[in-house]
């Protein structure tokens, strides 16, 4: 879960980055680490059957970022 809270918090970072250089490489990279990072999540972190409530909410939250962020990361890459 931190390890994908890191990941998204660095997103604006990454764009600056992908920006600067002019490298859409830096942002596909990214986005492939971060997808990665959400498939190791969904199959250790589970929203259902957290010890709480406010633990699933908290994992979904996370979960619903990492959407938003490769969604935008792909708009911007002209994919979606």
């Not at 920006?19 to 596909?28: C, K, M, N, P, W």
């Not at 259902?48 to 979904?60: C, T, Y």
């Amino acid at each position: 879960c931190r390890v994908m809270a890191y990941q998204i918090g660095r997103f604006p970072f990454i764009v600056y980055s992908a920006y600067q250089q002019l490298e859409a490489s830096t942002l596909v990279n990214y986005l492939y680490d971060l997808c990665h990072s959400i498939s190791s999540a969904h199959v250790t972190l589970n929203v259902l059957n957290a010890a709480s409530p406010e633990e699933g909410k908290a994992r979904l939250a996370i979960f619903h970022a990492a959407r938003l962020v490769v969604a935008q990361g792909l708009t911007m890459l002209g994919l979606k």
